[in-house]
C-alpha cells in the first residue's frame, strides 16, 4: 500500500493593525483613545512649553517662579486625526488647541498647533494668541494684512519722534469685540459679520488693528483692517 502524505502550506498573512480616527470634536467620545491622547499629562506639558515661548516672545512674566496653571478652553481638529493601535502618538492628523496660561497672578490666553508626524511625537507650534473667531486659514490670510497695517501705523509714531523703524511685530492678543449680526449695504445683506480687536506689540509699542469680517454667503470670508495709533506698551 501506497501512502501519499499531502502538505499543505499555511500562509499567514498579518491582519493590519486597527486605527481609531477622528475628524471632528463629535469623535472625541469618553474612552476613545484619541480623547485619552490628547488629554494627557505629556500634552498638557507640550501646552506649557508653548505657554512659556509666548511668554519670551513677548517679554511676559520673565522673573515669575511659580507653578504655572494650564487649563484646556477649546480644541479644534484641523485634519483628520488617525491613531494606530499599539502606537504612542498619532500616524496623521493636525489639530489646534486654545488654552489659559495663568502665572503670577496674570493670566493670557494662548493657541497652539499640534502637527502629526508619522508616529512620532507631533510638532507642537505657538498659534496666534487671544481668543479670536476666525479659522487658521483665515487668520493666516488676514495676519498679513493686519501686520501691515500696524506697522504703518508704528512706523509714522516713531518717524515723528525720530526714531528708528521697528522690525519686530508681534501678535499679543485678540479679542472678539463686536458679535456676528447682519449688515446692509448698497442693498445686500451681509450675514454673520464681526468684529475683532488684534493688539500688536514691538518696540516697546503697541497696536491696536480692527478687524472685520464679512461672510460672503458662499462658503468664504471677506475682511478688512483699520489700525490705531500706536501707544506706549
Not at 507653578?67 to 480644541?75: A, C, F, N, T, W
Not at 522690525?167 to 445686500?188: F, I, M, N, Q, Y
Request: proline letters at 4%; charged letters at 25%; one cysteine or more.
Amino acid at each position: 500500500m501506497r501512502c501519499v502524505l499531502g502538505l499543505t502550506v499555511l500562509l499567514f498573512v498579518a491582519a493590519p493593525a486597527s486605527a481609531e480616527t477622528a475628524s471632528s470634536i463629535a469623535d472625541l467620545k469618553p474612552g476613545t483613545r484619541i480623547l485619552s491622547y490628547l488629554t494627557s499629562r505629556e500634552r498638557t506639558s507640550d501646552l506649557n512649553d508653548v505657554g512659556l515661548a509666548f511668554d519670551r516672545r513677548l517679554g511676559l512674566q520673565q522673573g515669575c517662579r511659580t507653578p504655572y496653571r494650564i487649563k484646556g478652553v477649546s480644541l479644534t481638529i484641523v485634519q483628520p486625526i488617525e491613531l494606530v493601535e499599539g502606537r504612542e502618538h498619532p500616524s496623521k492628523g493636525a489639530w489646534t488647541q486654545r488654552f489659559e496660561f495663568e502665572r503670577c497672578g496674570e493670566l493670557k490666553v494662548y493657541n497652539a498647533v499640534f502637527i502629526a508626524k508619522d508616529d512620532a511625537k507631533p510638532e507642537a507650534r505657538p498659534y496666534i494668541p487671544g481668543t479670536t473667531n476666525a479659522s487658521a486659514l483665515l487668520v493666516r490670510d488676514a495676519l498679513k494684512t493686519a501686520a501691515g497695517m500696524a506697522q504703518l501705523s508704528l512706523g509714522r509714531s516713531r518717524k515723528d519722534k525720530g526714531l528708528a523703524e521697528c522690525k519686530e511685530l508681534w501678535v499679543s492678543d485678540t479679542r472678539v469685540s463686536e458679535p456676528a449680526r447682519d449688515v446692509v449695504e448698497k442693498g445686500t445683506t451681509y450675514r454673520g459679520v464681526w468684529g475683532e480687536i488684534w493688539e500688536f506689540v514691538g518696540c516697546d509699542a503697541k497696536v491696536a488693528v480692527h478687524v472685520t469680517f464679512v461672510p460672503d454667503g458662499k462658503g468664504g470670508t471677506n475682511f478688512t483692517a483699520r489700525a490705531a495709533a500706536a501707544t506706549s506698551r
